[in-house]
């Protein structure tokens, strides 16, 4: 275990140096501290509109932190020539790639909650001191699950194609996992059984990140009920498991010559 965490550490220390990640970040707060002015003019709910622009922002800001930490995985160390040296010390490789994703996952926690802290204060700016939005944490907590398993998705990728194709495949996971409960609707709607199976396998097999959707519960104020959200991380934690053993599996095999 000790292992895992060392090249956790080590991988974290090494993406927060990232100079780019903080180009990445700096425009995410930017444009969440511009929801404050695009309120002023828009109409309805201008709270509303300052916690699901900037809820948005904090998804798609992620969503791009995640694909290009996670198709880096192997890619970095392997163009540094560090892989080289990690493996020949006594990890296993299936450590190397769980400790890999969870530095990456540390990463993204921080600049997640980073992200939510700025949007929390916006929001309760624009209240002029009124009642602040905590339900802003409980969307973002979502958010990060599924920048998780993004971060899952494109390790696997990575393990076996190129950093362009590792960002491209988790860029398709990434919208046809917003898309697979609809698959399911539609196929089951169709005549053929051939299409309502295919459908149903569709479902089960891909990822279905409307899971940790929870930005429509705190945007229009829903009572958030504990038991969809638990069954949710369950959800997560069974997916992006299976993922990655999958990623640690594909690099076992990979063939560094």
């Known amino acids: 275990m000790h292992r895992i965490l060392f090249i956790a550490l080590n991988t974290f220390r090494e993406t927060i140096r990232n100079k780019i990640l903080y180009v990445i970040l700096a425009f995410s707060l930017l444009v969440i501290g511009l929801t404050l002015f695009l309120a002023d003019l828009s109409v309805g709910d201008l709270a509303r509109i300052v916690v699901d622009f900037g809820l948005a922002s904090i998804h798609i800001f992620g969503v791009i932190m995640s694909i290009f930490l996670g198709i880096t ?18 990890v296993r490789r299936w450590e190397f790639v769980v400790g890999k994703a969870m530095g990456l996952s540390l990463t993204l926690a921080i600049t997640t909650a980073i992200m939510a802290m700025m949007l929390y204060f916006v929001h309760f700016g624009y209240r002029y001191g009124g009642s602040a939005e905590s339900g802003i944490f409980v969307a973002s907590a979502g958010i990060y699950l599924e920048l998780v398993l993004l971060i899952c998705l494109a390790s696997m990728f990575s393990t076996f194609t190129t950093p362009v194709l590792s960002a491209i495949f988790t860029l398709a996971m990434f919208f046809i996992g917003h898309i697979t409960n609809d698959l399911l609707v539609f196929g089951g709607q169709s005549k053929s059984p051939l299409v309502r199976h295919a459908a149903e396998a569709m479902f089960y097999l891909l990822p279905n990140l409307e899971s940790f959707n929870w930005k429509n519960a705190v945007v229009y104020g829903e009572a958030r009920a504990l038991r969809p959200l638990l069954l949710s991380f369950g959800y997560f934690l069974s997916y992006s498991g299976g993922v990655l053993a999958m990623a640690c599996l594909l690099f076992s095999r990979k063939d560094f010559k």
């Not at 995985?73 to 006594?90: C, G, H, M, N, W």
């Open 73 to 90: 995985l192997v890619s970095q160390e392997l163009d540094r020539k560090t892989v080289y040296v990690i493996l020949a010390k006594p």
